[in-house]
């Protein structure tokens, strides 16, 4: 956040090893115990996804192979990414735009875009803290093999460090916001209630706005207002109990970001790329060449 002026969204990309626990090596470079991988932490405004960049591939044409295609057995389907993220089967367009430039990433390196899908995880497969999430298949000698992961992590990752730290997004300019709260009178509250007092108090400051308002309907109009909890009622007279509105100017907002990841296993990249290089001469099968 400091190299970014303490703004969002911001990345930051790094590259390094991968660990699996993987019981029984095989399949060359694509099953393996230690691998090399890339990707690129995206964070973002978890109420505001859009991307200014995505423009630029709005149009762009990729082959998507949706959770519902596959639930239904239909294939997978050329679309835009703009069309994709319009219809909602893409989550967003910050997480369309890197399925997008994965894509032409790929391309670019040498897989066979005719061999290339991005397949969406079904609902059992899928991180209970993700979003969407989109895998980068190829189709190789050993089937479609996931070569990148393209995921909305949500704003799992950074909730886990939130105990500790907070995130402040600071405002273009300050905002006035109306406040409503419920005022408790706890000693009249002790008195009535005695040990249910402090229970009361929380659930008090926990009412929605909507239910704030129907407290201070309910005092003003009948003298009494009765607040549900699950073992019974408690009936709070307007002495208990008051709603105080007032005005507040914040300068910043406390957010947790979201995260856009892309993941590429690059071992699994440069075999589907030496892969869809190789070839045979038709009548001199003896004689291989990549190109």
């Known amino acids: 956040m400091e190299f970014n002026q303490g703004k969002l969204p911001f990345a930051a990309a790094q590259i390094g090893l991968g660990f699996r626990n993987e019981i029984s090596p095989r399949q060359g470079l694509i099953r393996v115990r230690e691998f090399t991988m890339c990707e690129i932490e995206h964070f973002v405004d978890p109420s505001d996804k859009s991307f200014s960049k995505f423009k630029k591939v709005h149009s762009y044409p990729m082959v998507l192979f949706s959770a519902c295609n596959q639930m239904d057995g239909q294939p997978s389907q050329t679309m835009s990414i703009g069309e994709a993220v319009e219809k909602g089967i893409v989550a967003n367009e910050t997480l369309g735009y890197y399925m997008a430039r994965t894509h032409m990433y790929l391309v670019k390196v040498g897989v066979d875009p005719r061999r290339l899908r991005f397949r969406q995880h079904l609902g059992n497969e899928m991180a209970h803290y993700a979003q969407d999430c989109w895998d980068a298949e190829i189709l190789t000698s050993y089937g479609w093999i996931e070569c990148v992961g393209n995921a909305d992590r949500s704003c799992y990752d950074l909730t886990q460090h939130s105990k500790t730290t907070n995130t402040k997004k600071k405002l273009d300019e300050p905002r006035t916001v109306n406040i409503i709260e419920a005022v408790p009178n706890m000693a009249l509250l002790g008195k009535e209630f005695k040990k249910d007092a402090k229970r009361i108090q929380i659930a008090l400051a926990q009412l929605s706005e909507d239910e704030l308002v129907s407290l201070e309907s ?74």
């Open 218 to 291: 309910k005092i003003a109009s009948e003298g009494a207002y009765k607040l549900s909890m699950d073992d019974g009622e408690f009936s709070l007279t307007s002495a208990m109990v008051s709603v105080k509105r007032s005005t507040k100017t914040v300068h910043v907002e406390e957010i947790t970001p979201s995260v856009i990841e892309p993941s590429f296993g690059i071992g699994r990249v440069m075999y589907a790329v030496l892969e869809h290089s190789f070839r045979q001469r038709e009548g001199d099968e003896q004689r291989t060449v990549r190109v």
